[in-house]
């Protein structure tokens, strides 16, 4: 069996957690960690080092980074590119903080005022790894859920909803906490929320949340998944999607089984996509562009 | 000059604020009070001890309780009365706490899943004082805002929009936090929001409250009114307003202009009604017909 070659570290830096990966030139995954030195826990001007820590630790390799890093919180605030913008695009305009040697991924911006980072990787990457076709409706949950119309491979127009931090503040610190202990999970109840919160008035419908519990008409233990369907089906209602339509969705388990289910329900039908796989891809092609 | 005679005290307790009023005969109030003495600052168990001082200083006449006193976190959890209700369903149905002497006024609930608790005596007093017409819409703005449909003299039905604790959420918790320091007052920056929100996806908009100012799109001292706008746009979008309606609304001179402003943008007109003359006149007649 033949050594495989490394061939650069792809680290996707975001807020609260941090992915390194070593990958050869085939794009395989020779060696990959997973931590919490999320941007926030480094101090100013400690990316450097927490740079070189991980070249001592996984080999002295080029090292393309994407995330939040980019960001004016991060190492080096990046412009960002105005979609459409492709894989190439990416590539073609890296933030060199060494040159040939260490590099920044831009974010991107939509004309309607919108922004990333981060996720154009796994987007782009989705399609170059053949995941998703180059016409397609690609959805990323999460705090802030992505929803990106992809044209000719391209992320031609994209938005925003800060759903997965609407349902956060609420359950935290808002006059709703004490309604929402329960489970998260598809069923009768989230269903319902997910009804209601496609076509309903979200302030309105997130107050009955306790006033149904008050009333009598929903338990306190159905109150979360019921709260969290309207707010989800309040962002696939926001994304228009045409009755039909297949959405293609990058999230972990337990939040892609949530929006399949709300997709459903508006009438479309949703495709899972390994996210990690999408990244990788996204990577490799953006590392193989700029080394060309 | 004929010596006016006290007829009852009139209190207003809700979760953070007190007013107390003793009204005479005609209805006018001969002294008030308004302390920060609400139901989140009395112990369980506390609030005969309260109402007993409230006498001592205002004088051993019958209390007439309206407010979140009457719910479960409050003095006695009186239930609910389901709307269409009248001023007279109220006097009706008061809790005597001790007869002829203390009474609690109910809540309302309405058959699609909502409550109230205290705002029914300034919806129900509006019309029994001539501010509104027997068949109008009506609007109380705050941290959870009320729309009530009033036919024949009664809260038909009503619904509820927590706008004002989504806003307080937003600017002390959430990661909009560092762009929402600006005031909040009528102008371009906040009508845009109202625009915006009468039609498009709250949790959306709200997300692009942040990437405006990344981009320049918006400066961080117009954000905060931007997004109030988009908060009360979409509360007011919500309450879908027939075009060239009017709504009475019940509100603070500043609360009361956003609306009134947002409500223009809507397409209808509103006409500001003192809250505090719609609460005693709610009082008085509930009291008079409690006695009748």
Redesign the interface.
Known sequence: MAQMTPAFIAIDWGSTNRRNFVVDEAGCVLRAERDGKGLLSVPSGGFGAEVDAIRSRLGDFPVVLAGMVGS?RGWVNVP?LSAPAGIDDLAANLHWVEAGKTAIVPGL?DV????MRGEEVQLLGAVAAGLAPSDSLLCQPGT??KWAHMKDGKIATF?????G??FS??R????LADFLTGDVRDGVAFRDGVAAGLR?????L???VR??A??G?RSVEDSAAYASGV?IG??V??ARIAPGAKVHVLADAHLGELYAAAIAVAGATAISIDSQAAFLAGMNRIWKASAA
């Open positions: 004016a960002y911006a309607a005022g919108d922004v802030h859920c938005s925003t909803a800060m759903t931090e609407l503040l609420l935290d610190h808002s006059l309903g008035s979200l302030a309105t997130l107050f009955r006033a149904a008050l009333l008409g707010l309040h962002d209602g926001g």
